[in-house]
């Protein structure tokens, strides 16, 4: 008999009661600082204990209003009952058999879901084909490997800003942070990482690059990130993406767009390629896709999966009990939460252009539905990241979880789910926060 005890988080808006870190969480960080990897980028001392819709609860009881959704992954909230309710009976039918090697059902329906709903052309058979993995930078890699086992050729272009995973060949996608990248190399050969987001830079790309230094077919696959993330929430220009489809299409080339932190609904379409109706040929999936639970998935059409038995494959990738979460996951999604993110995003982002006006070190913010930004500038309108930590920082303390990205900016992915009236808390915190500073 299943017996599970859950507490509810008690106070619906944030509640700080001890001093932060408090006692517990102090503890805990100790004993994490003799045995945790370095390589951790923990800004602020948040030591969860439980998690309920947009609300964490930390270890001394101190209640957080969580406007990082874990990093873009907790979709639908935190322990949302249904998605729970199917994690607990997959678990308690079926917890892992390994679908490189055997099947069952849950894997099949979600393949069968995204399959259907991956803005691929029509072909005659089946539109989509899809790999699963257990990670974003797993999918990045299952989608390298897809993309140079087809064209048969090695080259890969990608952008400055780019983040696309810590292992080799996904790393050497990325074009973030230094940090990421030096002292590992060296890195997959043959990839070029040109400007992001606008069309001089494409103009470069085919004027300059494929004449000289990059011939167009050795190019396996451009990758990009149809709203760059972790680089800082940069929306490209209009036509940008539009650009590399044709790009791709005349030279042979597979666009591969990473749709890790973007997908799932989070701006307000199921895939954010569809703001700017452009198909793509591989998508890669992770984050959202189930939930919380590790998932990650290669979409691609259908005729590009050619690659044989044993290939490709992971013992864990599209295990039963992360299936299960992400097929209710995806169900919750179209039923109300791509609805609510585009909702939820408008209201975002007339608080957030209201917060610029009110205070000049704050920019207008950009993005889309709940994939949202502003940059912290200086009294010069310069870039500044002390005053980003500062306000990240001090949001943590007044109860409101927040992340950075890109040079300067302050991300905002809460959950799908958020309300109104929690964006509004949100906004009061940040905008007693600029008045303190
Ligand atoms: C666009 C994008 N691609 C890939 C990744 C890597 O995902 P993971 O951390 O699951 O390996 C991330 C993570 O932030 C991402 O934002």
């Given at each position: 008999m299943l017996s599970i005890h859950t507490k509810h988080i008690q106070s619906p808006v944030p509640q700080v009661?001890?001093?932060?870190?408090?006692p517990r969480a102090s503890a805990l960080i100790k004993r994490d600082s003799v045995v945790s990897s370095p390589s951790y980028t923990r800004g602020y001392p948040l030591v969860a204990a439980r998690g309920e819709g947009c609300m964490i609860e930390d270890v001394d009881g101190n209640v957080f209003l969580d406007f990082t959704s874990g990093v873009a992954v907790t979709a639908t909230g935190h322990a949302h009952p249904q998605v729970v309710q199917a994690i607990q009976n997959q678990a308690a039918n079926l917890l892992h058999i390994s679908g490189t090697d055997f099947y069952y059902e849950p894997m099949v329906k979600l393949a069968e879901s995204l399959a259907v709903r991956a803005p691929f052309p029509e072909s005659v058979d089946s539109r989509a084909r899809v790999c699963f993995t257990n990670s974003g930078a797993e999918s990045v890699e299952g989608a390298l490997k897809l993309a140079r086992y087809y064209t048969k050729r090695s080259r890969i272009i990608s952008f400055l800003g780019a983040f696309h995973g810590r292992t080799y060949g996904a790393m050497s996608l990325t074009g973030s942070k230094r940090v990421q990248r030096q002292g590992f190399g060296p890195l997959l050969p043959g990839v070029t990482h040109i400007p992001y987001g606008t069309h001089a830079s494409l103009d470069d790309l085919e004027q300059k690059l494929f004449s000289t230094v990059i011939p167009p077919e050795e190019v396996a696959a451009i990758v990009v990130e149809p709203i760059q993330g972790e680089g800082g929430y940069i929306v490209p220009e209009d036509g940008f993406l539009a650009r590399i489809r044709q790009i791709c299409s005349r030279h042979g080339i597979l666009m591969i767009v990473d749709e890790i932190q973007s997908g799932m609904g989070r701006t307000g379409k199921l895939f954010a390629i569809q703001h700017w109706d452009v198909m793509p040929d591989i998508i890669t999936l992770a984050k959202g896709i189930a939930s919380g639970l590790p998932l990650g998935a290669i979409l691609s059409?259908?005729?590009?999966?050619?690659?044989?038995?044993?290939s490709h494959a992971a013992t864990f990738g599209g295990n039963p009990v992360a299936c299960a979460a992400a097929n209710v996951t995806l169900e919750l999604l179209e039923a109300e939460l791509i609805d609510n993110a585009r909702q939820m995003g408008e209201v975002l982002q007339v608080a957030l252009t209201k917060l610029a006006h009110g205070f000049d070190r704050v920019s207008l913010p950009r993005g889309k539905g709940l994939m949202m930004a502003i940059d912290l500038l200086d009294g010069d309108g310069n870039l500044d990241p002390d005053l980003r930590n500062r306000i990240v920082d001090g949001a943590f303390y007044k109860g409101l979880l927040l992340i950075g990205c890109g040079k300067a900016a302050i991300r905002f992915c809460p959950p799908l789910i958020v309300d109104r009236k929690q964006i509004d808390v949100a906004l009061e915190i940040l905008t007693e926060l600029f008045e303190e500073i």
């Open positions: 009661k001890t001093s932060l870190p408090g059409r259908a005729e590009l999966m050619t690659w044989p038995p044993g």
